[in-house]
């Protein structure tokens, strides 16, 4: 057998239709912003092999950092022990984060970051002896894969087999100028009428449900009124952290800051798994007591493994760097110069940029949906170009690792615009 029949003949995919997917392509180097197959085929990672991917596959700076953090301490428990990886990474977040951070909370994923954070607001009211259990999250949101952060994320799709085993949580629209004064009443009457917990949002844009994007005004009015009625605002950054919207984290678009921060995907620059919930001290000070039953019980067994420490130091010190900054502003400034050029292209319903990222939502006769059937068209077209473009239905969109050049922009720009003829 080869590679591709004994991956159909063993390993299941995610998120992949498994009945007609096609051989799954074989990946066996990775350079930069290309990814290599073992026909010698080459692709332009133009999605950071979603959305993780910083500084380009094998970047030998951090390559160098984790071959050496390998030789010195693999992995050890982090409970009673400690690590310098893990508080050095802990410092320089804080130092990064907003000033009302002030203690990393490790874990391994995303969705973990996301369960971490719904936990902690929780016992925080918990601990206090208050009645307070009502999540506020946004439509369309989405927040992972485990049960809690499928319960704050939208009803759709994804999760329709699970719907009566997720947890009740209103869902408030997108902020609009329109609709900000009525959300805002919404808001302080459930407050009154519900024990509302927490508000959960992704802050700027929603990356899964199609790259959907709102001002950063509108949601400091949403934190306002928060803040008022004690609700903890969690801004989930697991996708807008690291530079994507032109800032290192979307919170520093905003006045009011989040009490509880999720990180993670951008934050090993895409090299291993690793998950951050930080919070407020006023957070960390519900679980400090006498009492023993008011610890946080919450740990998996690779948290705040010391190699993906290391690759997470590393990528800081690349994201800090001047030529990161200017890489980051060329690739937002390109986006934009392109969106002017085409927006008012017919097969195009929207085109929308923000920092780093640009969405193209494409006109069809079905509805915009995850499971439009345009998705398979417009992955076909863009590898058989040379490029990764992995769309959500019928929003296709560039989110490219930082290292991208203005030629291979323009190469992926170019192609869209063939796309469209
Ligand atoms: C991807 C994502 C998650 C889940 O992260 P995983 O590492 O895939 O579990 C959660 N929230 C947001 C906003 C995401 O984009």
Known sequence: MNIAEKDKQFVWHPFTHQLNAK???NIVKGEGVYFFDDKGNKFIDAISSWWVNLHGHCHPYISKKVSEQLLQLEHSIFSDFTHVPAVNLAERLLGDLPKNQSKIFYSDNGSTAVEVALKMALQYWHNQKINKTLFIAFENA?????????????????NNAFENSLFEVAHIPLPTKENIEELKSIINLWSEQHNIAGFIFEPLV??????LMYEADLLDELIKICNENNIITIADEVMTGFGRTG????????KNKADIICLSKGLTGGYMPLGVTSCAQFIYNAFLSEERT?????????TANPTACSAALASLDLLEKEECRQQIKMIEEAHLAFKSKIKSNSKLKDVRV???????ELNTHEQTHYLNNASQTITDFFLQKGILLRPLGNIFYILPPYVITKEELNFIYSAIEKFLR
């Open 247 to 254: 800032k290192l984290f979307a919170n520093d678009h905003l």
């Open 354 to 360: 923000k920092g780093t990222i640009i969405a193209f």
């Open 23 to 25: 051989p799954a392509i």
């Open 294 to 302: 008011k610890t946080f019980f919450h740990g998996h067994s690779y």
């Open 142 to 158: 989405y927040h992972g894969d485990t049960f809690g952060g499928m319960s704050v994320g939208a009803r759709n799709v994804f």
């Open 206 to 211: 929603q990356g899964a449900s199609g790259m």
